[in-house]
């Protein structure tokens, strides 16, 4: 069995580390493609230094959700239409079925320069009404559920009830149904930005790939299989593919840049001692930065007891922490003594 797992493990070291490579050349590849046609349109990487204008827009687009149940709406609310633009909702009525018995449920829009009544299912019949009304409107069948194409707008100050002291929320400006062509504009700005935000995030995340740092040696094998013996379960294949994973990116010269998901009771503690105890192998301190100091205590009881037979000390430091603890805890990490230190953010600011 050990045999057999020890196997699996080095296949999946192979396996990841030729993974990994290939994906770091298919985000530059993909960035440098996207970075060409975007400087060909004449787009810039958007920098923390945007104008106060784009960080409103980013942020209104961040806000905006996914789609919209029109029975869920509250009249006044704002809503956005794929293809007309930015409207506000004012109610759902039932009307006559024009084609045959019973009602049909419409929901009104107000527009800038329009109102708007839309089927609220099936297929959105869209009719003007008000001045001005055209010959055809008797309806435009855009042809798709209503739930693609209204989407609730969420901004600062807009939409729904006023809250605290009796203000008003200042509303978005409403699109024109008549002439599209400020919304169509709008949208394809918002697109072109959006791109420009995808360029921003491969550029940083290939900046950080192109840092280096000292590669952690690997552990001797037989000291390693001492350490890995003390866990008393099976590894999950899971466990078995994050762990090699971690330790490639451990063994290579490039920081690690990793998050472990997973529910409580699937090993995630395992895993996390597996690279901790690589690291304090090589010679290096470890800090574990914990969101309470119940679990801090926890998991100091864990690694004294699985890396207290190899000499390893550990401790740990939270804001419950005596003075004189404290200075003795702050000495053993800056001499050397204490190998792995545990705690909240307290760690942060010793």
């Not at 990841?16 to 490579?21: E, G, I, L, V």
């Not at 909702?89 to 929901?107: A, Q, W």
């Not at 409580?264 to 930065?289: D, M, N, P």
């Not at 050397?336 to 942060?348: D, F």
Request: proline share 4%; aromatic share 6%.
């Amino acid at each position: 069995d050990a045999l057999s797992t020890e196997a699996t493990m080095e296949l999946l070291r192979a396996k990841f580390s030729s993974r990994r490579a290939s994906g770091i050349r298919k985000v530059q590849e993909k960035y440098h493609e996207l970075a060409s046609e975007l400087q060909a349109e004449g787009a810039q990487l958007v920098t923390t230094t945007t104008s106060g204008a784009e960080e409103a827009s980013a942020r209104e687009m961040r806000q905006m959700t996914t789609s919209v149940d029109p029975s869920r709406l509250v009249p006044g609310e704002f809503v956005v239409h794929k293809k007309y633009g930015v409207g506000k909702f004012l109610g759902i009525k039932s009307l006559p079925n024009p084609g045959g018995e019973g009602t049909v449920d419409y929901m009104f829009l107000q527009y800038a320069d329009e109102i708007a009544k839309l089927k609220a299912s099936q297929g959105m019949e869209v009719s003007w009404m008000g001045k001005g009304v055209p010959s055809d409107s008797a309806g435009l069948t855009v042809g798709d559920q209503a739930h693609r194409l209204l989407y609730r707008y969420r901004a600062q100050g807009a939409g729904g009830t006023a809250k605290g002291r009796g203000r008003t929320p200042r509303g978005p400006k409403l699109s024109t149904l008549r002439d599209t062509r400020v919304w169509e504009k709008r949208c394809n700005k918002g697109r072109k930005s959006v791109r420009g935000l995808v360029l921003n995030v491969m550029d940083t995340y290939i900046k950080r790939i192109q840092q280096t740092r000292p590669a952690y040696p690997k552990v001797a094998a037989e000291v390693h299989a001492a350490f890995e013996d003390l866990f008393p379960y099976t590894l999950t294949p899971d466990q078995q593919s994050t762990i090699v994973e971690i330790e490639n990116d451990l063994l290579s010269d490039t920081p690690m840049d990793r998050l472990v998901i997973g529910d409580v009771g699937f090993g995630k503690t395992e895993v996390a001692l597996r690279a901790i105890w690589q690291v304090v192998s090589s010679g290096c301190q470890v800090f574990v930065l914990c969101p309470t100091t119940l679990l801090a205590k926890q998991h100091t009881s864990t690694l004294a007891d699985r890396m207290g037979p190899f000499g390893i000390k550990v401790d740990m430091l939270s804001r419950f922490s005596s003075a004189p603890s404290r200075r003795s805890v702050l000495a053993g990490i800056a001499s050397g003594e204490v190998h792995v230190v545990v705690g909240t953010q307290a760690l942060l600011s010793a």
